[in-house]
């Protein structure tokens, strides 16, 4: 069976700070991936997806990037944090063109 | 880009009550998830459902595509069923995105 998994589960962070938030998926091969952030508990926002290794499409303009080093790992990044990128961070994969199956999440408070 | 929206916003219910959540979206889909956000926000996939009917214990959904939504029952609610149900809506091309509403937060009481 598939499972998925991310981390940190939560993470504080200065305003300023750099960011690396890291998912990994199993038992599948060549799946689509996903980065959403969720806010204030509600509205879930797709940040990025992958359709395969190297391939990265941008859904919202913003201080975050992705990148997929591997097939099965997709990872969120930041140079510099802002106030505004706090937030519930969730990878999700699925092996197109079917249901998506999320990650624990994961919490990111910036201070 | 797809609009989904999600009624009532939120809903309290004493224990063993029945409740129907409803899920409009904006245009033609063909796929059609319905999830279950939990107290420590973990999403839990309940049907994928982009036409027809399916049933899971006390849960089931209808989507009728031609029409534009697609409804959630519960019956014999739970305190354990509390949380936010979320409707997500796609289009399986172009890396099978979802696009979310807003959620249905529920309540379940003793």
């Known amino acids: 069976s598939q499972t998925i998994h991310q981390w940190p589960a939560t993470l504080v962070q200065p305003v300023g700070s750099p960011l690396s938030l890291e998912c990994t998926v199993e038992g599948t091969s060549n799946p689509n991936l996903y980065w959403y952030r969720q806010a204030a508990g509600r509205g879930l926002q797709l940040l990025f997806y992958s359709v395969g290794i190297g391939q990265i499409s941008s859904e919202v303009p913003q201080n975050l990037s992705a990148s997929r080093p591997q097939d099965r790992q997709f990872i969120l990044s930041s140079k510099k944090l802002l106030l505004s990128d706090s937030g519930f961070y969730l990878c999700a994969w699925s092996y197109r063109p079917y249901e998506q199956y999320f990650g624990p999440g994961t919490r990111l408070t910036v201070t | ?110």
Not at chain 2, 35 to 51: C, D, R, T, V
Not at chain 2, 59 to 64: F, I
């Open chain 2, 1 to 110: 880009g797809i609009q989904v929206e999600q009624s009532p916003p939120d809903l309290i219910l004493q224990e063993g009550a029945n409740s129907t959540l409803r899920c409009n979206f904006s245009d033609s889909v063909n796929n059609l998830q319905w999830f279950h956000q939990n107290p420590w926000g973990q999403l839990i996939n309940l049907f994928y459902i982009p036409s027809g009917t399916k049933q899971n214990g006390r849960l089931s959904a209808t989507t009728v595509a031609t029409e534009r939504y697609s409804l959630l029952y519960i019956s014999s609610s739970q305190t354990t069923d509390s949380g936010v149900y979320f409707c997500a809506v796609g289009i399986t091309g172009g890396g099978n995105k979802l696009t979310f509403g807003t959620g249905t937060q529920l309540k379940v009481e003793l």
